[in-house]
């Protein structure tokens, strides 16, 4: 069983940054698909980083260039440095690992991220 916690959402303008943690206890992280999604108030959620165990990323055509996965193995952690934020980043962001070994499934509980002026 693994639990996922995230933090570091908040309120932030237009053009600002934020970083987002996820912190995983339980099971074995390293075999861990690690990935952020979100969703908007009125839409489906959506993919918008995910990083293998080898660290091969890939993310959303909307967030190409502007946000930043990364995680620390050896900390149990993943984060998503967001930059240039727009209006449309609103939205709760959740934290999700997959155990390959499994195809067990994971969510966090979801953290706030607000762009507004």
């Known amino acids: 069983q693994v639990q996922l916690v995230e933090s570091g959402g908040g309120l932030v303008q237009p053009g600002g940054s934020l970083t987002l943690s996820c912190a995983a206890s339980g099971g074995l992280f390293s075999v861990n698909l690690m990935a952020w999604y979100r969703q908007a108030p009125g839409k489906q959620r959506e993919m918008v980083a995910t990083m293998t165990p080898t660290s091969r990323t890939n993310y959303a055509d909307s967030v190409k260039g502007r946000f930043t996965i990364s995680r620390d193995n050896a900390k149990n952690t993943v984060s998503l440095q967001m930059a240039v934020l727009k209006l449309e980043d609103t939205a709760v962001y959740y934290c999700?690992?997959?155990?390959?070994?499994?195809?067990?499934?994971?969510w966090g509980q979801g953290t706030q991220v607000t762009v507004s002026s």
């Open positions: 999700n690992a997959v155990d390959l070994r499994y195809n067990y499934v994971y």
